[in-house]
């Protein structure tokens, strides 16, 4: 469930000026791809109703609930107040946080024994949830086995001690030499959503320049 006033319809059949939720189609293709056939998406309007309204429509049919965009704690981030609105809970903050080995960036719940997880509308954080997180519990469910692939490569640019956790990279090469370069966030632009290669583990000594690191490759 993408969530958006903005969205006029996912599929893009609406007359007029219209926006589609790239992190909404990037998922679709990304569970189509693996193997997951029935999936089922639509919008929902900046309102804790609609989206709630949505969630039960939704439940009925589904095994697993995912919504896109409102997971900040804001006035306007409406997706914690729908699932409660729809009958459903979340999570407290440390079981979320085991879901995500860490600090939860996305909101975790349940609706009628459903897991539900809220993706933020960031196209960066939804798509390295949705490939860390989302694609393995949906596989695990659904009885597929993915295929988790990792290269070796060297680093490209610095991050400092004391931050930690999972980097996105893209993948090039350059004199023959697989390099690994940091995605950043906050471009505006949705080319990482096919830039963007796997994830590289920064430890509390961060990385350097030149160091070889192993990439853990994105699903498809």
């Known amino acids: 469930i993408a969530t958006g006033s903005e969205l006029r319809d996912f599929v893009c059949r609406a007359d007029g000026p219209t926006r589609v939720s790239s992190d909404a189609a990037y998922l679709r293709s990304l569970l189509l791809d693996a193997g997951i056939r029935d999936v089922w998406a639509r919008s929902a309007a ?4 609609a989206i709630a309204a949505a969630l ?20 306007k981030d409406l997706t914690r107040r729908a699932i409660l609105e729809a009958g459903g809970k ?8 085991r879901c995500s080995g860490g600090a939860s960036p996305f ?10 997880i809220g993706l933020p509308g960031n196209p960066l954080a939804a798509m390295m949830i949705a490939q860390r997180v989302v694609l393995p519990l949906i596989a695990a469910r659904s009885g597929i086995e993915l295929h988790e692939k ?15 956790g999972e980097l996105c990279v893209s993948l090039g090469t350059s004199g023959g030499t697989r390099i690994a370069r940091a995605v950043q966030k906050g471009t505006g632009s949705v080319l990482l959503l ?14 350097n320049a030149g160091d070889e690191v192993e990439v853990i490759c994105f699903i498809n």
């Open 46 to 49: 900046d309102d804790s109703e």
């Open 56 to 75: 039960t429509g939704l439940a009925v049919r589904s095994d697993v609930l995912i919504t896109i965009g409102g997971t900040g704690r804001g006035s």
């Open 90 to 97: 979340l999570l407290d903050s440390q079981e979320a946080d």
């Open 107 to 116: 909101i975790a719940g349940e609706l009628d024994g459903r897991p539900v």
């Open 150 to 164: 990792a290269v070796r490569a060297t680093f490209s640019g610095n991050i400092p001690a004391g931050k930690t």
């Open 194 to 207: 096919r830039d963007a290669a796997g994830v590289v583990k920064v430890g509390k000594d961060g990385i």
